[in-house]
């Protein structure tokens, strides 16, 4: 079965500077997708980028951008320019081409110090 | 109004009532679905709905029992819970029958509490 793995529990960046969160996955798929999810305060769950697999070149929304190691099976999420806003809860997701279900790591708890 | 509403926000309930979760999705989506959210746990699903029909159940103790009446709202119906059963229940919808990049859309959750 599919396994996610974000190893950071908590993390904590000063506003203005950059931070990265990991995500490493294991699959024995050759096509598939990854997503970043955040989860602020108000507990709704957002979709902040999407990357797919057989796509190499690095997803990027505005200041959020991934590094995407598909030898390396890992998936990290680089926030730039880092605001009070963006400090939530950061899920990592993958999922089959197919139509299965998601599978989410336990999630990164993200602080931004002003 | 946001695209998927949940209610309510909190619920606390005791082990021997009986209590419905429910959400309504408001973007013409076809699938839906109920996620758990544990404390330091990944999110577990539950159940999943395409087109009305039940697609999905996570191996879900029967004391939860879902139900779709239409493409726009999902219960969660809920008895004889137990202490470990409190968490966040998050909905979530999608376009459905897009394959496995499309984007899951969520609401806010219901806050349980089992007393």
Same mark, same amino acid.
């Given at each position: 079965?599919?396994?996610?793995?974000?190893?950071?529990?908590?993390?904590?960046?000063?506003?203005?500077?950059?931070?990265?969160?990991?995500?490493?996955? !294991?699959?024995?798929?050759? #096509?598939?997708?990854?997503?970043?999810?955040?989860?602020?305060? &108000?507990?709704?769950?957002? +979709? *902040?980028?999407?990357?797919?697999?057989?796509?190499?070149?690095?997803?990027?929304?505005?200041?959020?951008?991934?590094?995407?190691?598909?030898?390396?099976?890992?998936?990290?999420?680089?926030?730039? !320019?880092?605001?009070?806003? #963006?400090?939530?809860?950061?899920?990592?997701?993958?999922?089959? &081409?197919?139509?299965?279900? +998601? *599978?989410?790591?336990?999630?990164?708890?993200?602080?931004?110090?002003? | 109004?946001?695209?998927?509403?949940?209610?309510?926000?909190?619920?606390?309930?005791?082990?021997?009532?009986?209590?419905?979760?429910?959400?309504?999705?408001?973007?013409?989506?076809?699938?839906?679905?109920?996620?758990?959210?544990?404390?330091?746990?990944?999110?577990?699903?539950?159940?999943?709905?395409?087109?009305?029909?039940?697609?999905?159940?996570?191996?879900?103790?029967?004391?939860?029992?879902?139900?779709?009446?239409?493409?726009?709202?999902?219960?969660?119906?809920?008895?004889?819970?137990?202490?470990?059963?409190?968490?966040?229940?998050?909905?979530?919808?999608?376009?459905?029958?897009?394959?496995?990049?499309?984007?899951?859309?969520?609401?806010?959750?219901?806050?349980?509490?089992?007393?």
């Amino acid at each position: 079965a599919q396994t996610v793995t974000q190893s950071q529990p908590e993390m904590s960046v000063q506003e203005a500077e950059t931070v990265t969160l990991s995500c490493t996955y !294991d699959t024995s798929e050759s #096509d598939y997708y990854l997503f970043w999810y955040k989860q602020p305060p &108000s507990r709704q769950m957002i +979709l *902040v980028i999407r990357q797919e697999a057989y796509k190499q070149q690095n997803a990027t929304e505005n200041r959020f951008s991934v590094n995407f190691q598909k030898a390396a099976k890992s998936f990290s999420l680089k926030i730039s !320019d880092s605001q009070l806003g #963006d400090a939530a809860m950061y899920f990592c997701a993958y999922r089959d &081409s197919g139509n299965t279900p +998601l *599978v989410f790591g336990k999630g990164t708890r993200l602080s931004v110090i002003a | 109004e946001t695209g998927v509403t949940q209610t309510p926000r909190h619920l606390v309930m005791g082990m021997t009532n009986k209590k419905s979760l429910k959400c309504e999705q408001h973007l013409g989506h076809n699938a839906m679905y109920w996620y758990k959210q544990s404390a330091k746990k990944p999110l577990e699903l539950m159940f999943v709905y395409n087109f009305k029909e039940q697609t999905e159940n996570n191996s879900v103790p029967s004391r939860f029992s879902p139900e779709c009446p239409n493409s726009s709202h999902l219960f969660l119906h809920l008895h004889t819970l137990q202490p470990e059963d409190s968490a966040l229940y998050l909905c979530a919808s999608s376009q459905g029958g897009s394959g496995g990049g499309e984007k899951l859309f969520f609401g806010s959750g219901t806050q349980l509490s089992v007393l």
